[in-house]
């Protein structure tokens, strides 16, 4: 009687785990495998100053692109915080912990073709953490599928000092190539 009641407490309980896994799965985010983003590649790291996002759409179809920064109490998050928070919680996790700001409103586009490309470049991108999210629409305008890529933008490394090509002493073909530049370009 026991084995029975045990057997039957394990089985329904199999059941209803996979009832519940199968669920999951039906309703996270799928991404369309017909919409890729080019650029920025995700977890890519670039540096302050432009973004450029280009979108490749095989397929035709209407997509809604969005640029996101991560943000946390209203502040925009640094690489380093974003680093340390998927390092302890897990990318997901970690994505779930901060909120969202958009820097580029929701623009759509619609391919027509087999073959399509958006593409914008954000100017005066501040160092942080960026979401480029692409959403792919129904007729009605809502969104089907989700595409995202997370770009670490970076501060500008200090400039070098600007090293003075023709003051340094050279020999052979690079004195000749030297001396020719100097003619050419006067010192």
């Known amino acids: 009687m026991r084995r029975r009641a045990l057997a039957m407490i394990i089985t329904i309980a199999l059941i209803f785990t996979a009832a519940f896994a199968s669920a999951a799965v039906c309703f996270a985010a799928e991404s369309n495998p017909s919409v890729t983003i080019v650029n920025p590649v995700n977890n890519s790291s670039a540096y302050a100053g432009n973004l450029l996002v280009s979108v490749k759409i095989t397929t035709a179809a209407a997509i809604s692109v969005t640029v996101y920064q991560r943000q946390s109490s209203g502040k925009a998050i ?4 974003w680093e ?8 997901a996790k970690a994505a779930a912990s901060f909120s969202e700001k958009a820097v580029m409103t929701a623009e759509k586009f619609e391919a027509t073709g087999d073959l399509s490309f958006y593409t914008k470049k954000l100017e005066k991108t501040e160092p942080g953490v960026y979401v480029v999210r692409v959403n792919t629409l129904d007729d009605e305008g809502k969104a ?44």
């Open 144 to 187: 089907i599928k989700t595409n995202e890529s997370t770009v670490l933008i970076k501060a500008k490394a200090a400039a070098a000092a600007s090293e003075k090509v023709f003051e340094s002493q050279s020999a052979g073909a690079a004195q000749f190539l030297q001396n020719l530049l100097k003619n050419i370009f006067g010192s």
């Open 84 to 91: 340390k928070a998927v390092k302890e919680k897990g990318a």
């Open 78 to 81: 640094t690489v380093e915080d």
